[in-house]
């Protein structure tokens, strides 16, 4: 590829200053694998400093459902952790779980954005750009002022696939966002992973019918790192941290040692929430007893109580 | 010829003595009525006319001028009718009329007395001036006797009068009448009618025993408003001073059926989610009139829709919430109104109110559940101790024969002895619910509760505030269980009602 230095290429762009700067494509700072797409964007204005790690995007429904959330927040944060970058598009739902999880495990992540720079989209999301842009970058190719324009979320959804190894899917209803970036990925060689859901969830349609498709399922961040040849320093990372998790998870996995905490532990799910009174219910068990069982459960973090109805924390 | 006749007013909720003086002097017939009377007491000289005239007396044709002292109180009302009519026939021929005895009532234009609004605080507070003899419409006889043991005499019609005047009839002493409409049915649900949620039902029983607000969160036709309606039935029944004090804001706001007497069963107000602040708090140009907040004293307010209230509306709440009580000020004076209530606060999970449903798919956005949530602000949170989750009950569910659930008679036991409890530890001082850090300190905690509460601190990540709650709620808690102390499970059942993310 072209190496020289471009000759409309801003002074500052290679100090890596976390202020706006313009990479242009030609640049060494420009993403390699961005060029190798077929229509990569001429120019990238780039909010913070662009990592040079490898790359793999997360992306999925701006409407997830708290299960989609949890699975995109500990997958960006398991691969924060080894080292990956993880790309996605500061959306909210998916987007922002993964974007929050990934800077939770350390490493710079990087959010593409369909605006201007100086147009954080969804507005709620600017401190989160802020923290994005402190350790790795917030970037698009939309000239500064842009706003929110439909038509220019499936054009960015290509840089996200583009910049990446691989993207995950989590949560995508049929005709989505999230699948238009999942297609894009297949055209640009990239390879398409994804994380399963419910079967009465119709968030997971689009994702089953990719795995259908063959896909592959995604369920640690294991299966994510055996996929690429070059993640293997992150795996050689992950294994040390893989024994541990085994053993935390057969813990979890069995359950509390005490009888009476297990009972209740036991009609848990690790997905669909149940309220009090179903386990009242089936355990004929007075509710204030339930109660009781559900605090000691929750303290010693073998639940989590949202909103009024518990699930199995993992 | 003068004639005085002793009648009261409200002013808030307090009775006010007033004057009614009558002069009839030489000069143009006419009639006058001086002393910052409002429209219905200038209107009232139309009625005292022809009353008077249909009542066997004659109006006199000269210049007739009413004073009602003390003259920089304003006042309204059609109840000085009845002083204003003897004080009148009085002044016209002394028949004697009685010092030491008070009016009060409305006429007809046939000259029959119609009960008026406000007469327990008043002849409670002319009592307390040492007033002997009350002459009270007959539908206000029961709730006079409330307020005095001197004799109360109810008059149904002002030729009555004429008759013990010029004929010495006696009159009856307190007729009681038949109240005009019973008592409304009680509008209370009895806990056995409502199928399964043991955990929102645990949570009412707590806040009966402790006087805990509670928020009940739960999608449309979850049953929240049912489990509101269930709470005044397990409240316990009011003290006599707490009766005289609904029964007079009842007789204040014209809420009082004719011929009630004392009301016994806590009240249950349940304003809709558009009410004007004004109308919460109490309004009234000459005299605040009370508002649903002090109508709901000593009982329940339930605010259905929460979040869907007004802003002033919901901030009208902060100063009961926290002192029992509103001061309201208006232009023509201010006044102190008792607003002692439970609050029972509902609202959905979020604007679609499908949230932690797992057979719907919530449709907001974080941040529309982010600014739904806003609404209630935090000083109002941070006074409700009790959050329960109400779930969609599926229709399958509702159908099943259901097994008999506690009733609100047992219930309504148990929460009365936590509610001793509570006396014996401050025979003066607060419920549970209305304990502040100082006072929670005080309180014997067990090691392993301390513990567990310190845990929850820092993996819940409580605030101070949340801390307090759960410390009121695990004190009601330990009171149901009969227990001094508050235990490690008292603790770790309080945590289940705290507020979720």
New interface residues.
């Given amino acids: 590829m072209d190496r020289s230095p471009h000759p409309d290429r801003p002074p500052h762009a290679a100090e890596g200053i976390s202020s706006n700067s313009v990479v242009a494509l030609g640049d060494p700072d420009y993403p390699a694998l961005l060029t190798q797409i077929h229509d990569p964007p001429p120019r990238l204005y780039v909010k913070g400093r662009l990592p040079a790690e490898p790359m793999i995007a997360i992306v999925g429904s701006?409407?997830a459902?708290p299960y989609g959330q949890r699975a995109a927040h500990r997958l960006g944060r398991d691969l924060s952790e080894v080292g990956v970058v993880v790309v996605s598009g500061l959306a909210?739902?998916i987007d922002?779980a993964a974007h929050r999880g990934a800077l939770e495990g350390g490493s710079p992540t990087v959010a593409v954005m369909a605006t201007g720079l100086d147009r954080i989209y969804?507005p709620?999301h600017g401190e989160l750009a802020q923290a994005i842009a402190q350790s790795g970058a917030v970037i698009t190719e939309a000239e500064p002022g842009t706003p929110p324009l439909p038509g220019r979320f499936p054009v960015r959804n290509r840089i996200i696939s583009g910049l990446s190894l691989g993207v995950i899917v989590v949560e995508a209803a049929q005709r989505s966002g999230a699948l238009i970036t999942a297609r894009m990925a297949a055209e640009q060689g990239r390879d398409v992973l994804c994380v399963p859901g419910s079967i009465e969830?119709?968030?997971a349609i689009g994702v089953h019918q990719l795995i259908k498709d063959g896909a592959k399922l995604v369920q640690t961040v294991e299966d994510v790192l055996d996929e690429f040849a070059e993640l293997s320093r992150a795996r050689a990372r992950a294994q040390a941290r893989v024994h541990a998790r085994t053993r935390a998870r057969t813990r979890a996995d069995s359950g509390p040692q005490d009888p009476e905490l297990l009972a209740v532990w036991e009609l848990l799910d690790w997905v669909?929430?149940r309220?009090?009174?179903d386990l009242?219910?089936m355990m004929n068990l007075?509710?204030?007893e339930v109660?009781?069982?559900?605090?000691?459960l929750?303290?010693s973090?073998y639940i989590i109580?949202?909103?009024?109805?518990v699930t199995r924390a993992s | 010829m003068l004639a005085r006749a002793l009648s009261g007013t409200v002013f808030g909720l307090d009775g006010v003595r007033v004057e009614v003086e009558a002069d009839i002097a030489d000069g143009l017939p006419g009639f006058h009525i001086v002393g910052l009377g409002d429209r219905a007491l200038q209107e009232a000289r139309e009625r005292v006319k022809i009353a008077i005239n249909n009542s066997g007396f004659e109006f006199p044709g000269r210049k007739v001028t009413i004073n009602l002292a003390p003259a920089q109180l304003p006042k309204e009302g059609s109840g000085f009718d009845l002083a204003m009519a003897a004080a009148i026939v009085n002044a016209a021929q002394d028949r004697g009329l009685p010092t030491d005895a008070a009016w009060l009532g409305e006429l007809a234009l046939d000259g029959a007395v119609r009960p008026i609004r406000g007469t327990l605080p008043i002849i409670a507070h002319l009592d307390r001036l040492g007033i002997r003899r009350f002459y009270v419409p007959a539908g206000n006889v029961a709730e006079a006797k409330i307020a005095t043991t001197a004799p109360v005499i109810g008059v149904t019609h002002f030729r009555q009068l004429k008759v013990h005047w010029d004929e010495g009839a006696t009159l009856d002493e307190s007729p009681m009448v038949e109240p005009m409409q019973a008592v409304p049915p009680t509008q209370h649900v009895d806990l056995a009618e409502i199928f399964g949620q043991p955990h929102a039902k645990r949570a009412l029983e707590v806040a009966a025993a402790g006087a805990h607000h509670l928020l009940l969160v739960g999608p449309p036709g979850a049953g929240k408003t049912l489990l509101a309606r269930a709470l005044p039935g397990i409240l316990p029944p009011l003290s006599q001073r707490e009766a005289v004090e609904v029964t007079s804001i009842a007789s204040c706001v014209g809420m009082l059926p004719a011929g009630g007497g004392l009301l016994e069963v806590a009240p249950f107000r349940a304003p809709h989610h558009t009410v004007s602040a004004a109308a919460l708090v109490g309004g009234g140009l000459a005299s605040p009139r009370p508002g649903e907040i002090t109508r709901a004293h000593r009982g329940v307010l339930f605010m259905d829709e929460i979040t869907e209230f007004r802003r002033d509306a919901l901030e009208s709440l902060r100063q009961p919430l926290e002192e029992g009580r509103l001061a309201v000020a208006r232009s023509r004076g201010h006044a102190v109104l008792p607003g002692r209530f439970i609050l029972v606060a509902a609202a959905n999970p979020c604007p679609c109110g499908f949230a932690g449903d797992p057979r719907r798919i919530c449709q907001c956005t974080p941040l529309d559940r982010q600014r739904y949530h806003a609404r209630l602000s935090g000083p109002i949170r941070d006074r409700i101790d009790l959050q329960v989750l109400v779930p969609r009950q599926p229709a399958g569910e509702l159908l099943r024969s259901t097994p008999v659930a506690e009733s609100s008679a047992a219930v309504r036991e148990r929460v009365l002895r936590a509610r001793q409890r509570q006396r014996e530890r401050r025979p003066q001082g607060p419920l549970n619910g209305a304990l502040t850090g100082p006072q929670l300190r005080k309180e014997p905690l067990a090691a392993a509760g301390q513990a567990l509460l310190e845990a929850a601190a820092e993996r819940l990540q409580l605030s101070g505030r949340a801390i307090h709650r759960v410390l009121r709620v695990a004190r009601t808690i330990a009171d149901l269980d009969e227990s001094s102390g508050i235990e490690q499970g008292h603790i770790a059942e309080a945590l289940q009602y705290r507020e979720s993310g």
């Fill in positions: 701006r409407r459902t909210r739902g922002a969804p709620e969830n119709p968030l669909e929430p309220h009090h009174d009242a219910a007075d509710i204030k109660n009781r069982r559900l605090t000691m929750e303290l973090g109580g949202d909103c009024g109805a």
